[in-house]
Structure formats: C-alpha cells, structure tokens
C-alpha cells in the first residue's frame, strides 16, 4: 500500500515538472503605486467664498503633491446654485480636482445634464469653482427638446442657460410659427406652417436658451 502511494505521489509530481506554462501576471496600477494615499467612494465639496459650488463623487481617488492633485476615476458631480437648489448633474470616466487652483477636468465621455432638460455631451470639460463656470476646447454638442447646438470649444454656467460657442457653430433652433406663403398673418398669432426651422450657423456667440 505504501508503493502504490508513493508512485501516485511521483506521477504527479512528474505531471507538475512538465508544466511549462508561465505564471499568471496580476495587472498593476501605475497611480496607485505611486500616490501619496487611495481612496474608494471619495467625497469632496467644491466651494467659493463659502458658497457651495459642487459636490464630487469619485468611485476611486488617488492623491498626489500633497493632497492638492487628486486623480479620479468614475466621477460624479452635482452643481447648486448659489441659492441651495441643484442645477445640473456631470458624469465621466476619469477626472482631475485641483485644489490649489480651484479647478476640475472631467475626461472621457463627459455628460453634463441640467436640472430642466439640457445635456451636454463632449470628451473634456473644465470646471472653475472661483468663477463657477465650465468650458472646453473640445468638440461638443448640446441638446433639449427642440434645439441642437454643436460646435468646438464652449464656456457656460453650469446648467448652460447661457453658453458662449467658440468655433464651427451650428445647430436647429427648432420649430417657429410663419404666415402661410402669399397670405397676411391673421391676428395676433400667424398661422403655422408645417415643418419649419430655423438654423442658426454663427462663428461664435453667447445663446440665450430659455
């Protein structure tokens, strides 16, 4: 009994020899080698003159320069007004909060949505909690129901009631009411005509979106 266990025991070890596979590899992170600390479900406030500005989210947050560079990844930030109430929501894949500076970059499939019904799409956005404003330089588009502006480069307030765009601007100011062809209007509101747009192609301008 004792050689028939002792050759079962050789077989296998002779099994284990022949295995030439490499060993598995675990993956590293770059960031989380080299902060000076990580953090899971981060949460910082965003404040200008002891007005709250923003509230950020960051599944992880890794911390650099002595706590003043702060690496994120799946960002989440919730703007307020200066009254209390919120005013528009941002999400991204990865992000960077300068607290020195007074900044945050959203990076990668920024999205930026407006307590009544904006929505900003665009890869990169930047955030000045001093002058509580976003811009980019990056392609963008901007939506609500009937409207569409697109363009490169932007700056707005952070629920986009007011939006400055830079460069190749264009966009459907939706549909308006004209007097049917060959006839005067009839009253105070003319009659509508089907299917009419107006499109609006400016090189650069601030847009009033009611």
């Known amino acids: 009994m004792r050689h028939a266990l002792f050759v079962a025991s050789a077989v296998v070890a002779l099994a284990a020899c022949s295995d030439t596979k490499a060993p598995a590899v675990l993956p590293t992170n770059a960031l989380a080698d080299s902060a000076e600390q990580t953090m899971f479900k981060a949460r910082s406030l965003l404040t200008h003159a002891g007005v709250l500005r923003g509230e950020l989210f960051a599944d992880t947050a890794y911390f650099f320069d002595e706590s003043t560079r702060i690496e994120m990844r799946t960002v989440s930030t919730t703007f307020f007004r200066s009254t209390g109430e919120k005013n528009a929501t941002l999400t991204s894949r990865q992000g960077t909060y300068n ?14 949505v407006s307590e009544d019904g904006r929505r900003l799409t665009t890869p990169q956005l930047r955030f000045n909690e ?16 009937g409207r569409r502006l697109e363009g490169v480069g932007f700056t707005s307030d952070p629920d986009m009631n007011r939006m400055r765009c830079l460069a190749a601007c264009r966009g459907n100011a939706g549909q308006i009411r004209l007097p049917a062809a060959g006839q005067p ?25 009611p």
């Open 185 to 209: 209007p009839a009253g105070p509101t003319p009659p509508p005509r089907a299917d009419t747009a107006v499109r609006v192609q400016p090189q650069g301008g601030t847009f009033k979106l």
């Open 99 to 112: 607290t020195r500076l007074g900044t945050m970059e959203a990076r990668g499939n920024v999205v930026v």
């Open 130 to 145: 001093n002058k509580n404003e976003i811009s980019s330089d990056s392609a963008f588009v901007l939506t609500e129901p």
